[in-house]
């Protein structure tokens, strides 16, 4: 058995950047940009006004106050969108709005709240700085100038300033293809008929085909393959065309867990098998081909949706090309003491961790075993209990790690 730090530097050792491909900006959203993003023009591409007023020159309202007012003739006005051909001179004015172009001559932008206007004149009674309420050209970004450089993931916000420079198609990585195949003779999937007291629901490929998606993956639904070497084997056989491949069950030491045996077979390099973590102990992984990975997942519920947050999905954030994908550890004040009999793996226990300022709190479900999916309800986080620690005191800092 190795330590969990082991097990995720070797998964994410053979973890390689996956291809890229081009997709129109509406379909970038989480992904990792493949190339640099240039701007079009200069932002703003002609100096503009930032609010609605008139458009004056500060060497004619520079000396205003409430005692000597400053009037202006006002020459007309310009909404936004519109070219202007006003040559303001001395002493002179243009009602401008937000976002339109600053008239030839002017430098300053007065908002209506500090001018009266009256038979088009304006007084004003109190002076502004050169250049206030002007937005220069270019003064955000250059025309060339890198906006988005690669590598950078795409949220709302990086979308909407691809669309500024008018990217509408753009080199991203491609979404990793995640195969889930479920193993077990007594594993049923939803809506089958239950013949026997003895069969179960497969959660696990409905949980998983969840967080690939969430990691950002392609699920691909295989369905339920029964115990049965040539039954897997015919999943196995198409291996190539997915870059992860998942099984769930079948990996420990029962009579009937074949994967193990299968995957050499199907051309599976065997990197690790058990690791020294509760749950989820079984766990096995593989490479095949030069990139593809192979988890073998734990059947018991919680065992496999740990795997999967803690070694599936660091994997699948790197080959998306994203930089984050280290699970992060903070420390938080535990609410009440914890205890357990055995010390000898490192233990992931479903936690709920709440802020207040600047402290982190955690408390954790009681239901810590491995079959009980339902550990995860109202949790958002692991607290990790390390290999030889049998009880933590309420008060104490433990690490914990929010889930995906
Ligand atoms: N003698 C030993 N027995 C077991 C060991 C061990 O070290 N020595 N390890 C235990 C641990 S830890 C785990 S975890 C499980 C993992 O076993 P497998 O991966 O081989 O899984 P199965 O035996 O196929 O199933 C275990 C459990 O999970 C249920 N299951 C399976 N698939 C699904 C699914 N798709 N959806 C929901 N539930 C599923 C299955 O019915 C079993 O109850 O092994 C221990 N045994
Ligand atoms: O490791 Mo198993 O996942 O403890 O139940």
Redesign the pocket.
Known sequence: MIPYEEALSKVLEHTKLIDTERVFINQSLGRVLAEDVMADTDKPPFDNSAMDGYAVRYEDIKDASQEKPVKLKVLGEIPAGEETAYKMEKGTAVKIFTGAPIPEGADTVIPFELTQEENHYILIKEPLKLGSNVRRKGEEIKEGEVVLKAGTLIRPYEMGIMASVNRVVVSVYRKPRVAVL???D??KDVGEPIEKLSQ??????YVLFAQILRSGGEPHYLG?VK?NEEEIGKFLKHIDYYDVFIT???????G??Y?QHLVKEYGIDVKFH?VRI?????VLFGTYKDRGLFF??????V??TMAFDLLVHPALLKMSGRKDYIPKVFKAILKEDFIRRDAERREFVRAFVSFDGEKAYCSYSHKTQ??M?TSYIDMNAYMVVYEGIKEIKKGSLVDVIMFP
């Open positions: 479920a193993t077990g007594e594993i179960i629901r497969s959660s696990n490929s339920i115990d769930t069950g079948g990996v420990s030491m029962g009937k867990d994967v058990r509760k749950p989820a102990k079984p073998g997942l734990p059947g018991n519920p065992s496999c491995s079959h999916l």
